[in-house]
């Protein structure tokens, strides 16, 4: 049966088969066609959505193969870090909405339990798929169910230390689970070709499986000794022969590498692990990421991330502005620091671009240490950098130290070691939703003795305050500034140390004024935007920056609670953070006994879907309007029913 029409051009078969089942009933033959077009799909998809791409573009084929071999969403697939399902969301219901990915009330950027049954576990930090899916794998067992658990993880997350105990784990418990693992950087793939697919093919074929049973139960009636050795050669001559002996050291059976975009291979090697009845089993496939569309396999980074581009010349379609990022302020500020002090140093978790520590690493590469995606580790190597008179710059995501908090309390505060971070996307950070939010340092780091904690209001005292941590040679620091472009304010040509729990006066209300605006980190500008509304309905307000966390400013603090009628805390983080803090001084001073009418205005107690920063912070009710609204709460009145800001 021919699937082209009369004019010879192929029927469109996603059309056709747009969920898994429908996929299922596909001809061998057409499944080739079916993933070029699922290609084609997900390139215009994101050419208008923008977000993560060259990864998804890299499984097009993996994914149709699982799709067309497995029983989803029965079978349970689980993406590592899920930043390449995109195909996957378009395979699985999702087509008709897939347009509306990484935007107010549209699809998550990556998978999302309450979005799909085909989403058996929400991820976007790495290296979670094995344990979830050895956990599925268990419950499966105890409830005597039958179905496959396949968890699909990247080379990159194998870097983790956790990927590594789930493994362990699994091998010791022989639970029958699948873990793909596509390498995309061949970064541990030797050559990969017919005669090693030819292996992988035979290794995990029945006939092999039993064979190896037999010698096993044979094995097992020599002497303990011969038993080992029996067992032990014939692991290492398929190591020998395939690589993977790492994998078979930690009790799965191995089978690979193979062309991870080669369907001829892929689908009757996943078929026949599919119907394996042994252990766990380890399928390394190699992959391209960006395969098929010619300017990411071009690129440098495989277009890892994309703003809208156009899809002819994969031209990015990029916001214009007249001010810096904050990413790129930290990096050029370290760089200029790092230029009169050789004992600098930075240490990211494979998130340089991210942080900034890409531009460190261009003028310093020697001080430069991307330590994978390992935030337990970087955070110990930078305390026993610490330890040798060093000064380690610990670049990282407010949402990925999180990952790595022990190290923080045991390796950093306790021994009150000089690590210095620098926390990145700190506060709400738009289309990447509430997994990659900066939602909770100002309380995890603020619970610590011995922390200094600094936010920055704006680009220019972001670089002050990197000056600051240089000079800081006496316990462990913490700058936390958002993702996104400054303010546009005028730039110092070098930092100058901050005086440490030092706050500034950013507008004076004057005699009278009932009101004080007490800003923690970038929400300043939204505060003096409030002011200026205030001042528009005859309440004059005092506008404060706190600049640090810990320790509080209290000679400001006091004095703005003991000249003002209301105080209100304004941050970019949960409750147990600033707010927290200025109440607990304050209470401990005996300020609040005086009644005084205090108001936190913090992250609300929930997690906020994604959507444009902006509208994010809007939701929270941490915008102008929102603090203006407080400030009429407070004092007991009705807020005006429209807020005019400039």
Not at 274 to 290: C, S, Y
Not at 327 to 336: D, E
Not at 443 to 472: K, N, R, S, W
Request: hydrophobic letters at 40%; proline letters at 4%.
């Amino acid at each position: 049966m021919s699937n082209s029409n009369s004019t010879g051009s192929k029927t469109p078969l996603l059309d056709a088969a747009p969920t898994p089942d429908l996929l299922r009933k596909l001809k061998p033959e057409q499944v080739r066609q079916f993933a070029d077009e699922l290609r084609t799909e997900t390139i215009d998809t994101v050419s208008v959505t923008g977000g993560h791409f060259g990864a998804g573009l890299g499984v097009i084929e993996l994914t149709t193969a699982l799709h067309y071999v497995f029983d989803t969403p029965r079978d349970r697939i689980i993406w590592d870090v899920g930043h390449q399902a995109y195909p996957h969301k378009i395979l699985t219901g999702r087509r008709d909405r897939i347009r509306t990915l990484r935007t107010g009330g549209g699809l998550s950027g990556f998978t999302k339990r309450a979005e799909s049954d085909y989403d058996p576990f929400g991820a976007a930090h790495s290296s979670t798929s094995i344990s979830a899916g050895l956990g599925m794998a268990v419950a499966r067992d105890l409830t005597g169910g039958k179905n496959n658990v396949i968890a699909v993880i990247g080379d990159g997350s194998m870097s983790a230390g956790m990927a590594y105990e789930a493994m362990n784990n699994a091998g010791a418990m022989e639970s029958r689970l699948i873990v793909i693992l596509n390498d995309n950087d061949m970064s541990i793939a030797p050559p990969v070709g017919a005669m090693s697919a030819y292996l992988a093919r035979l290794l995990s074929s029945r006939t092999y499986q039993s064979a190896r049973e037999a010698l096993k139960n044979l094995a097992q009636k020599l002497p303990k000794f011969f038993e080992d050795r029996a067992l032990r050669a014939e692991e290492y001559a398929r190591g020998m022969v395939t690589g993977g002996t790492l994998f078979e050291e930690l009790g799965f059976f191995y089978v690979g590498p193979i062309d991870g975009h080669n369907l001829d291979h892929l689908i009757p090697i996943l078929e026949n692990v599919r119907d394996a009845e042994t252990g766990p089993i380890l399928v390394h496939i190699v992959t391209q990421k960006g395969k098929g569309y010619a300017p990411a396999e071009a690129a440098a980074d495989k277009y890892h991330a994309v703003s809208k581009f156009d899809v002819i010349s994969g031209t990015q379609v990029k916001a214009k502005s007249n001010a810096p990022s904050y990413t790129s302020v930290y990096g050029n500020s370290l760089v200029k620091e790092a230029q009169k002090d050789d004992k600098i140093v930075a240490i990211t978790a494979a998130m340089p671009g991210g942080t900034g520590v890409d531009i460190f690493a261009k003028a310093f590469p020697e001080r430069t240490f991307d330590v994978g995606i390992a935030e337990q580790h970087a955070v110990t190597f930078a305390a026993g950098l610490a330890t040798e008179g060093f000064k380690p710059f610990c670049a990282i995501y407010s949402t990925f130290l999180q990952r790595g908090y022990d190290q923080v309390v045991h390796d950093v505060a306790i021994q009150h070691l000089p690590v210095r971070f620098g926390l990145d996307r700190a506060g709400l950070v738009g289309q990447d939703g509430p997994t990659h939010a900066g939602s909770f340092d100002n309380a995890y780091l603020g619970c610590l003795p011995g922390f200094v904690i600094m936010a920055a209001a704006d680009e220019a005292d972001l670089v002050h305050m990197v000056a600051t941590q240089v000079a800081l040679n006496d316990g462990p620091s913490a700058l936390r500034y958002p993702r996104g472009e400054g303010r546009g304010v005028d730039m110092p040509e070098v930092g100058i140390p901050l005086e440490i729990g030092k706050g500034r006066i950013m507008r004076d209300g004057g005699k009278g004024a009932k009101v004080a605006l007490l800003s923690f980190g970038a929400r300043l500008g939204e505060c003096l935007k409030a002011a200026d509304e205030l001042a528009s309905h005859g309440l004059s307000a005092t506008v404060a920056d706190a600049r640090f966390m810990k320790p509080l400013d209290e000679d400001m603090i006091i004095k703005l609670a003991n000249e003002h009628e209301v105080l209100i805390t304004i941050e970019e983080g949960s409750i147990g953070g600033f707010g927290t803090h200025v109440i607990q001084m304050l209470a401990d001073r005996g300020v609040l006994d005086r009644g005084l009418k205090i108001r936190t205005m913090v992250l609300p107690d929930t997690f906020i879907d994604h959507d444009s920063p902006a509208k994010m912070y809007e939701h929270a009710g941490l915008d102008a309007k929102g603090i203006v609204g407080k400030v009429f709460e407070a004092l007991g009145k009705d807020a005006p029913e429209k807020v005019q800001l400039a």
